[in-house]
């Protein structure tokens, strides 16, 4: 299959499924690697909490939301708005929180402390690409950066984190930086990437919340 059938294809399965974008297929592929998620409804009550950075248009909410069916809750947080796509009841639900802001502002970083602490902390967060790769991984890490000092506050011990980077030359060491924090970190690029983007998804698994 080639590169732009494959394109078409995670496109239109999102568009099948209600989806508003085909980047739920690298939560979903990720999630079935590492097990982010519960696998039952059983297994989620109500301190099941999950924090997703960089939340729009909200194929990864949508996801989350429909696997919770009613349980847990979700907080997220974009500055751009979610779909309307299909109507505000995409998103509806008592166990769902969006916050339309900056992640980087100290004032939505303290409400979403206050909702949390959170079982596992998502970051699909991503800059506007320049063009300039240089420039452009270095403001993903700043994202990255972002998403795990919201992890140092509010990820419970034990708890999963996943966020999404574009490789640069410092991601080696932000990575050494970061891994004795989990007690297992791996780089992970799904299928559903486009193969010509330096994107990849840092997971890290049973958070050391005392170090
Ligand atoms: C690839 S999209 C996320 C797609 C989402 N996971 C989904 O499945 O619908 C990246 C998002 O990061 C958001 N973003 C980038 N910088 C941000 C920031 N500083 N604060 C909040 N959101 C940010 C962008 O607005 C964009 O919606």
Not at 45 to 68: C, H, M, Q, T
Not at 121 to 132: F, N, R
Not at 187 to 193: D, G, I, N, S, V
Request: glycine share 8%; with cysteine; hydrophobic share 40%.
């Amino acid at each position: 299959m080639s590169n732009y059938q494959k394109l078409d294809f995670w496109s239109l399965k999102a568009q099948k499924e209600g989806y508003p974008a085909r980047s739920v297929y690298k939560l979903q592929e990720i999630d079935k690697k590492f097990g982010l998620l519960p696998k039952s409804k059983g297994q989620i009550n109500a301190d099941y909490k999950v924090l997703e950075l960089g939340a729009a248009p909200g194929s990864w909410s949508l996801y989350i939301l429909r696997k919770f069916d009613g349980c847990g809750f979700l907080a997220a947080c974009d500055i751009s708005p979610l779909s309307d796509h299909n109507g505000a009841g995409l998103f509806a639900g008592q166990n769902f929180f969006f916050k339309q802001a900056d992640i980087f502002a100290a004032d939505t970083q303290a409400e979403l402390a206050a909702k949390g602490p959170y079982c596992l902390i998502l970051s699909d967060a991503a800059p506007s690409t320049s063009g300039d790769r240089g420039l452009d991984t270095a403001r993903s890490e700043e994202l990255v950066r972002a998403a795990l000092s919201y992890a140092a506050v509010s990820l419970r011990q034990d708890g999963a984190l996943c966020i999404k980077i574009f490789q640069g030359q410092d991601t080696a060491a932000l990575i050494k930086e970061t891994r004795p924090k989990f007690k297992q970190l791996k780089t992970f690029k799904p299928e559903a990437c486009r193969s010509s983007s330096f994107e990849t998804y840092i997971v890290g698994l049973g958070f050391k919340k005392t170090l």
